[in-house]
């Protein structure tokens, strides 16, 4: 399955089926209220059972029909848990978790700018909360896995593989993600603030937008791709501009 069909209404449903069928993954229907506060809440009045099973073809198929557009949930916990890394107003925060988390190449990216780094199995007695900026999805809980703006990438390569061969998410880990606010950052800069300073630095010198974007790759980081790098990097470029 190719990720991105998650993000194409013309494949959605087939790539819902394959994540249910081939994955053993749960999903159910969830608000698409941007603004509202039961945005991303589920539908089902008890969406609970899921927890312990995934739904059958045919009710995946009833709620594909009752609810056009909505977002589709994936319930955590098994066969996968979620690190939800919520950079997007705080970019230290994906410094943070690059240099102190199992890499992880299967990510989600969230219509705000964030991440969901998906693992086959985070340690049990992980409780869903947040953690200043690094949330924890875990059994009982879900995440949004697929509608406008999300979109999942399997780093090392185009395919998807299974859930299995995704890396843990130790006891030790989940103790940093809670008591980080106690570690004591090892950059003087952040990401961000580095390859916007480089970014300055060649507009400067008189490089083209294009030139910039042709040379950026190079300051892509350990659980970031080229293509995300060229994204961050355009942003900058139009706000300069």
Same mark, same amino acid.
């Given at each position: 399955?190719?990720?991105?069909?998650?993000?194409?209404?013309?494949?959605?449903?087939?790539?819902?089926?394959?994540?249910?069928?081939?994955?053993?993954? !749960?999903?159910?229907?969830?608000?698409?209220?941007?603004?509202?506060?039961?945005?991303?809440?589920?539908?089902? =009045?008890? +969406?609970?059972?899921?927890?312990?099973?995934? &739904?059958?073809?045919?009710?995946?198929?009833? %709620?594909?029909?009752?609810?056009?557009?909505?977002? +589709?949930?994936? /319930?955590?916990? !098994? &066969?996968?848990?979620?690190?939800?890394?919520?950079?997007?107003?705080? &970019?230290?925060?994906?410094?943070?978790?690059?240099?102190?988390?199992?890499?992880?190449?299967? $990510?989600?990216? *969230? &219509?705000?700018?964030?991440?969901? +780094?998906?693992?086959?199995?985070?340690?049990?007695?992980? #409780?869903?909360?947040?953690?200043?900026?690094?949330?924890? @999805?875990?059994?009982?809980?879900?995440?949004?896995?697929?509608?406008?703006?999300?979109?999942?990438? %399997?780093?090392?390569?185009?395919?998807?593989? *299974?859930? @299995?061969?995704?890396? =843990?998410?130790?006891?030790?880990?989940?103790? #940093?993600? $809670?008591?980080?606010?106690?570690? *004591?950052?090892?950059?003087?800069?952040?990401?961000? =603030? =580095?390859?916007?300073?480089? /970014?300055?630095?060649?507009?400067?010198?008189?490089?083209?937008?294009?030139?910039?974007?042709?040379?950026?790759? #190079?300051?892509?980081?350990?659980? +970031? *791709?080229?293509?995300?790098?060229? @994204?961050?990097?355009?942003?900058?470029?139009?706000?300069?501009?």
């Amino acid at each position: 399955m190719g990720l991105k069909l998650l993000s194409s209404p013309e494949n959605l449903r087939d790539a819902l089926v394959e994540l249910i069928e081939e994955h053993d993954v !749960s999903v159910i229907p969830c608000k698409n209220l941007p603004g509202n506060i039961d945005n991303k809440k589920p539908y089902l =009045e008890q +969406w609970r059972p899921f927890q312990e099973r995934r &739904p059958t073809i045919q009710e995946f198929e009833r %709620w594909f029909e009752q609810f056009p557009n909505c977002l +589709w949930g994936a /319930v955590t916990g !098994s &066969p996968f848990g979620v690190v939800d890394v919520d950079y997007y107003k705080d &970019p230290s925060i994906l410094d943070w978790a690059t240099d102190n988390l199992e890499y992880t190449p299967l $990510k989600a990216r *969230t &219509p705000q700018g964030g991440q969901h +780094w998906i693992y086959s199995r985070i340690a049990k007695e992980a #409780r869903n909360g947040a953690y200043g900026g690094i949330d924890i @999805r875990n059994f009982g809980g879900y995440v949004i896995c697929a509608g406008p703006g999300y979109e999942w990438t %399997w780093e090392l390569d185009s395919d998807f593989h *299974t859930f @299995r061969e995704l890396p =843990e998410l130790s006891s030790e880990q989940l103790s #940093r993600i $809670k008591n980080r606010n106690n570690v *004591t950052p090892i950059r003087i800069k952040n990401w961000h =603030e =580095e390859v916007r300073d480089w /970014v300055w630095a060649c507009l400067g010198d008189g490089w083209e937008d294009g030139e910039i974007l042709a040379a950026c790759s #190079r300051h892509t980081e350990k659980g +970031w *791709t080229d293509e995300q790098t060229r @994204r961050d990097v355009q942003k900058m470029l139009q706000g300069r501009r």
